[in-house]
C-alpha cells in the first residue's frame, strides 16, 4: 500500500541523529517535525532567521513577529536563537545544517532536481530553495513518485526548471526509498505491501535493484 | 546630529521617479508599513524595488503594484501576490527573481564594500545566465555582485535618536543587511528612545548606518497564515 504523507514523514524522521540541525521545506517536510523521536533533540531551522522552531502557537500566543519560512505563525524553543537572513544563509551555504529535507516536482537519476517554476504556470521564485540544494551537506527529497497524472517523478532528465545539479543524495516517497549513485537511482527500501515491480513501473529513470529489497519500518 | 524625523512623509522626501528601493520585510512580517503607504499616496512611479517578496495583493509592496508605481522588483518569491504573479507572466512588470541567499549576501556586500562575490546557488539553473562561472574545491560558483540603492527603508522595534536599531524576533529578516546598503537608510521603528537608553551589546545596526529615523504608528502587522496549536 502507499504511504500517505504521514507515512512519508513518518519514513524521513527515521533519518534524524540526535543533535541534528534541520531545514524542512514547505509542504510534506514540514510534517517531519511531528514524528521527531521521542527523547531525540533535533533543531529547526527557519532560513528567514531563527534556529530552534517550536510548535504552532496557542490563540494566545500568536506574534506577528515570529514566522517560519512559509509565512505560519509559529513558537521559538528553548534555546533558540534569532538571526538576520544574510546570517541565516551564511548558515546554509557554510554547510553547518546536517540535514535538509524539502519537495520536488521531478529528480533526475543524475540528483538534478526541478521544484520551483512551471513555466507559464508556476512562477513564483525559488526562494531559498537553490541556496539549501547547493550547500546543503544531506539533501532528502520528499514526493509521491508520480504526479496526479500518474507520470513518474523519478526521471532520467528533469524537464522544468531547475533548482539545483547533481545535489540530490536520496529520495523518500509513498512507494519508496531510493538513493542516487554514480549509476543512478538505486532502490534501497519499499513501502509495506509495495512490490518493486510497481516500484519500477512508477520510475523513469534507471532503477538499480541487488538482491532482496527490504521493507520499510516506520 | 539630528536624524529624528517627524514622520514618514518627511522620511520619504527626496525618493523621486525611477529610483532603486530596498524593503526590508520577509512576507508581512517587519515591512515598513507607514513609508509603503506614504509611497503608495504619493505620486513617485518608476520604482525599482528590491524586497524579498511583494506582499500580498492589498497590503506592503502590493499596494505600490496595484498603483503602478513599480517599473521592476527584484526579489526572491512572489507567491502570496496574485496581481504580481499576473503581472510577471504578462510582462507589464519587469522582475528578477533572485535565490534568498543570494539575494541576501548580494545587499549585504554591497554595503559592505564588497563588489562581487561567488556563491554555489544557481549553478546550472536558469539563474546562472551569462554570469562568471569558476570553480573552488571542485564546486562549481557563480560571481554575483553587491547590491546599494538609492534609499533603504527598514522596520525596526527599537531605535534610538543617533540611529541604533534593535529588531524583534524573525521580523529582522533583511531589514539589518538592507539598512547598510542605502545611499540614505529611513528607519521606522515602533519605539523611539533617546540615545543612551539602548544596551550597546543589543544593536543589531550601528546608527551610522541610519540617516533618518522616526516614530511609526498603527502598525497593523497583518498575518498571512495565522497557524494555532488546535
Not at chain 1, 538534478?112 to 547547493?134: Q, R
Not at chain 2, 515602533?190 to 548606518?209: A, C, F, K, R, S
Request: with cysteine; glycine share 12%; charged share 20%.
Amino acid at each position: 500500500m502507499a504511504l500517505d504523507k504521514h507515512g512519508i514523514a513518518r519514513r524521513i524522521a527515521k533519518e534524524l541523529k540526535d543533535g541534528f540541525y534541520v531545514n524542512l521545506g514547505i509542504g510534506i517536510p514540514t510534517l517531519v517535525a511531528n514524528y521527531i523521536p521521542e527523547g531525540m533533540e533535533v533543531i529547526l531551522q527557519s532560513e528567514n532567521g531563527l534556529l530552534g522552531i517550536g510548535p504552532f502557537p496557542g490563540i494566545d500566543e500568536v506574534d506577528p513577529d515570529l514566522i517560519n519560512a512559509g509565512k505560519q505563525t509559529i513558537t521559538a524553543m528553548q534555546g533558540s536563537a534569532f538571526f538576520d537572513s544574510s546570517a541565516s544563509f551564511a548558515m546554509i551555504r557554510g554547510g553547518h545544517i546536517d540535514l535538509t529535507v524539502l519537495g520536488a516536482f521531478e529528480v533526475s537519476e543524475k540528483g538534478d532536481i526541478s521544484s520551483w517554476k512551471i513555466p507559464g504556470k508556476l512562477v513564483k521564485g525559488m526562494g531559498g530553495a537553490m541556496d539549501l540544494v547547493a550547500s546543503a551537506k544531506n539533501i532528502i527529497v520528499a514526493t509521491t513518485h508520480t504526479d496526479k497524472d500518474g507520470k513518474s517523478k523519478l526521471l532520467k532528465q528533469c524537464t522544468l526548471p531547475l533548482t539545483g545539479v547533481n545535489c540530490v543524495n536520496r529520495i523518500i516517497t509513498d512507494l519508496a526509498v531510493v538513493d542516487i549513485t554514480e549509476k543512478g537511482f538505486k532502490l534501497i527500501e519499499r513501502a509495506p505491501g509495495v512490490s518493486v515491480e510497481e516500484i519500477r513501473a512508477a520510475t523513469e529513470g534507471q532503477l538499480i535493484v541487488e538482491g532482496e529489497i527490504p521493507e520499510m519500518t516506520l | 546630529m539630528n536624524k529624528q524625523v517627524k514622520d514618514a512623509d518627511e522620511a520619504i522626501r527626496g525618493i523621486t521617479d525611477n529610483m532603486t528601493i530596498l524593503f526590508g520585510g520577509f512576507g508581512l512580517c517587519g515591512i515598513p508599513e507607514n513609508c509603503i503607504k506614504a509611497l503608495a499616496l504619493s505620486n513617485i512611479k518608476g520604482l525599482i524595488c528590491i524586497s524579498n517578496n511583494a506582499g500580498v495583493d492589498d497590503y506592503g509592496l502590493g499596494v505600490l503594484l496595484a498603483k503602478h508605481q513599480m517599473k521592476k522588483m527584484m526579489a526572491s518569491y512572489v507567491g502570496e501576490n496574485k496581481e504580481f504573479e499576473r503581472q510577471l507572466l504578462s510582462g507589464e512588470l519587469e522582475v528578477e527573481l533572485i535565490p534568498q541567499g543570494t539575494l541576501a549576501e548580494r545587499i549585504r556586500a554591497g554595503g559592505a564594500g564588497i563588489p562581487a562575490f561567488f556563491v554555489p546557488a544557481g549553478y546550472g539553473t536558469e539563474v546562472q545566465g551569462t554570469k562568471e562561472v569558476r570553480e573552488f574545491n571542485g564546486k562549481m560558483h557563480l560571481m554575483e555582485m553587491g547590491i546599494t540603492a538609492d534609499f533603504a527603508i527598514v522596520k525596526a522595534k527599537y531605535g534610538d535618536t543617533r540611529g541604533n536599531l534593535i529588531y524583534n524576533k524573525t521580523a529582522n529578516n533583511f531589514n539589518q543587511a538592507m539598512a547598510t546598503a542605502g545611499r540614505i537608510t529611513i528607519a521606522e521603528v515602533e519605539e523611539l528612545v533617546p540615545y543612551g537608553t539602548l544596551d550597546p551589546n543589543q544593536i543589531h545596526t550601528p546608527g551610522v548606518y541610519v540617516q533618518r529615523i522616526f516614530q511609526g504608528t498603527n502598525y497593523e502587522k497583518r498575518i498571512e497564515f495565522r497557524m494555532t496549536k488546535s
